[in-house]
């Protein structure tokens, strides 16, 4: 009890201390470079704030939380500048979590501020401005504070403030910027963004070695929260690769952000945080191909590459079929040596041919100008849904739904049979496949090389990461010592098959969680439902196809688990967008009057996820042809409220007209005060008789 007790005094005093002097968490203050200020002339002052060890506030694009704001309330005829942004760092919590972007310690934010030229030397001028920010720490509270800030009017120079001009100007002299000895260009692809930095001369940049880069979006197209692997190209330049954040902006011209390096960009240590502000385009020839590294450079990035083969055996990716492969070393414990070593051979061979294919694929695209990054595959939503599939099938037959005499990944084959050799070669696909998705440690930078060098070395380095990933296998299987300390095959063995079974249930939950990225919320169901059809035909073909099953029987499981796996297939294969498909907008009580004041007619649907009528109606009624071409006609404006969580404004809305329930539908027609309701049940003929003939 007494322990209870002191667990519940230090909570109350933990929570107090966050809430109760929040404040104490962030001071704020305003400073200013000069004493006094002249008429007309431009002054800069700064937001300080001192942060607490351990707190942070956030940049201009925070990633996560929100950035610092400044409302001022100047006198007369004075005029504010943007708060001028120091470079950033990637902040961390207590734990290590990545959190954002932004700043600790003691924090100068300038501001430039012009007077009017009127002023009267003699008098004082009081600056007020209310602060608010965003501090955290494990845990985020919101802070503000009002500050104000008085300043003499004088007609001569101004002296500079003994404690805060140098300080001020020197932040102000270390503003990211343009440097001319630094050339910058950017190409886009589907996912990713390569940014090409290189000296802009032959002497421009020599003595000067950017290390730990890292580059901030001003507008969030770059995510925030994902590695950044910079490959060097031998000339003092770097290639880096930027995944693009889905929620960023969609197709933005330019790249524009800060590049920052632990060591500066110039050679006398002024410049932290490059500024980048390129348009996207082929990337130039002196950034873009770069030398071939030397033999020691060359030697270096393949043993990296090796090294991150090997690693790639203890990723989520590849981990399911590591459990695969030693089940099935397991089988063949005790048996012929030269037979062992065979299946790791040639389990070799189908890792290595594998990677060959996809280092001969990268090539033959790059070749035609497309911009790719490793897993360029898993872009792709057909192949997402197709692999997702089939490793679901593979964790079915390994939990019992169904057995097969002779798989693919060769559990249970028979080592004298040719089918087994064939089981081992497709296991070794199986694992290239399924690593392509992980970048291990090590790994990234061997592949980013392998992508920017010419074919033969990339080619080599792509054979490094196989022999790394099938290492382990080859040597388990050529020393029959190291097999014979495994347990001898016997019941327990079912147990670990199914037990493996559950990485592999693992991983396609991780490939619906990457699908999820790259279809509608309609394509997701259907993807789900289409999983779910595909599973019940794997037990359809275990429950009326198992061993001693009659003909007849075991002809229609087959017929049922040909029927059912293809009506998932058919159910959950990614589809693109039609042309004519609507695109729905958010919905706002001000989207819909700006609409009206247009002459619109507005469609609004009200729905949530967890509303199986709603998903019904949007199947039923918006894929009709006859509704998507009224719409089209019409030039209706469709607008989507969706209360799958819970929105006050939408609950609202929804009292306005009796409702506490989804699905609701309403349509706004011209020159009426009162929309049209639909009834919950759509039909495309409900829809198009609310519609003006």
């Known amino acids: 009890m007494k322990r209870i007790l002191s667990s519940a005094v230090l909570a109350v005093f933990g929570f107090a201390a966050v809430l109760a002097p929040a404040r104490a968490q962030v001071t704020a203050s305003l400073v200013a470079a000069d004493t006094s200020v002249r008429p007309g002339v431009p002054i800069t002052v700064a937001l300080r704030l001192v942060h607490q060890p351990h707190w942070h506030t956030y940049w201009l694009n925070p990633g996560t939380g929100l950035p610092t704001t400044i409302t001022w309330a100047l006198p007369p005829d004075w005029k504010a500048g943007d708060i001028q942004w120091p470079a950033p760092k990637v902040l961390f919590d207590t734990r290590g979590n990545l959190i954002g972007n932004g700043y600790d310690g003691d924090l100068l934010l300038p501001i430039t501020l012009t007077p009017p030229p009127d002023l009267k030397p003699g008098s004082a001028v009081e600056l007020k401005a209310k602060a608010d920010w965003l501090m955290c720490q494990n845990v985020c509270v919101p802070g503000n504070a009002a500050l104000s800030l008085s300043l003499a009017v004088s007609f001569g120079n101004a002296a500079p403030d003994a404690a805060w001009g140098p300080r001020i100007r020197a932040v102000v002299a270390q503003l990211p910027a343009a440097d001319p000895s630094w050339a910058a260009s950017a190409s886009r692809g589907p996912t990713a963004v390569t940014l090409v930095v290189s000296p802009a001369g032959a002497d421009a940049a020599s003595g000067v070695a950017p290390a730990d880069i890292h580059f901030f979006s001003d507008d969030g197209s770059i995510a925030y929260d994902m590695p950044q692997p910079a490959v060097a190209d031998g000339r003092g330049g770097f290639a880096i690769t930027l995944p693009i954040s889905p929620n960023g902006p969609k197709d933005p011209p330019r790249l524009l952000g800060v590049l920052t390096s632990s060591k500066s960009w110039r050679r006398d240590g002024s410049l932290a945080g490059l500024r980048i502000d390129t348009a996207f385009g082929e990337a130039s020839a002196a950034a873009g191909g770069g030398a071939a590294p030397g033999i020691s450079g060359l030697a270096g990035t393949l043993a990296l590459a090796f090294i991150g083969?090997?690693?790639?055996?203890?990723?989520?990716?590849?981990?399911?079929?590591?459990?695969?492969?030693?089940?099935?070393?397991?089988?063949?414990?005790?048996?012929?040596?030269?037979?062992?070593?065979?299946h790791g051979i040639v389990f070799t061979a189908g890792v290595l041919v594998s990677f060959w294919i996809l280092a001969a694929i990268l090539s033959v695209l790059r070749a035609g100008g497309s911009q790719l990054g490793w897993g360029f595959q898993l872009q792709s939503p057909a192949f997402v849904f197709g692999l997702a599939a089939a490793m679901l099938a593979?964790?079915?037959?390994?939990?019992?739904?169904?057995?097969?005499?002779?798989?693919?990944?060769?559990?249970?084959?028979?080592?004298?049979?040719?089918?087994?050799?064939?089981?081992?070669?497709?296991?070794g696909a199986l694992a290239t496949v399924a690593a392509t998705p992980c970048a291990a440690p090590f790994l990234a930078p061997a592949l980013g090389a392998a992508l920017a060098l010419p074919t033969g070395q990339s080619f080599a380095i792509f054979t490094a990461i196989a022999i790394g990933l099938s290492a382990p296998y080859l040597l388990l299987s050529a020393f029959p010592g190291a097999v014979r300390v495994l347990p001898r095959p016997g019941a327990w063995m079912e147990t670990f098959k199914q037990v493996m079974a559950f990485p592999l249930y693992a991983t396609v939950a991780y490939l619906v969680w990457v699908l999820a990225g790259q279809v509608s919320e309609t394509g997701l169901l259907g993807a789900l439902l289409g999983l779910v059809l595909i599973s019940m035909g794997a037990w359809a073909y275990g429950r009326w196809c198992a061993f001693g099953a009659g003909a007849g029987r075991a002809r229609f499981g087959v017929t049922a688990c040909v029927v059912l796996i293809a009506l998932g297939a058919w159910t959950g294969w990614p589809r693109p967008a039609a042309p004519g498909d609507i695109v729905w907008d958010k919905w706002s009580p001000e989207a819909v009057e700006k609409l009206r004041s247009e002459g619109r007619i507005v469609y609004v649907d009200f729905t949530a996820r967890w509303c199986a009528t709603c998903q019904a109606n949007k199947r039923l009624v918006f894929h009709s042809e006859d509704v998507l071409r009224a719409f089209r006609e019409k030039n209706i404006a469709t607008l989507r409220g969706?209360?799958?969580n819970r929105d006050p404004q939408i609950t609202a809305e929804l009292a306005?007209?009796?409702?506490?329930?989804v699905p609701f539908n309403v349509i706004w027609l011209p020159g009426r005060p009162d929309p049209v309701t639909l009834p919950e049940l759509l039909t495309p003929s409900a829809v198009l008789d609310a519609l003006p003939k």
């Open 309 to 342: 083969g090997l690693i790639l055996n203890l990723m989520p990716c590849v981990f399911p079929v590591l459990g695969i492969k030693i089940l099935g070393f397991v089988n063949q414990a005790g048996s012929d040596r030269r037979k062992v070593t065979l």
């Open 394 to 427: 593979f964790a079915l037959n390994m939990s019992g739904v169904f057995e097969f005499g002779l798989t693919a990944t060769s559990i249970g084959s028979q080592l004298q049979s040719k089918s087994g050799l064939l089981g081992s070669f497709l296991t």
């Open 642 to 644: 969706d209360w799958t």
């Open 656 to 661: 306005k007209y009796n409702r506490a329930a």
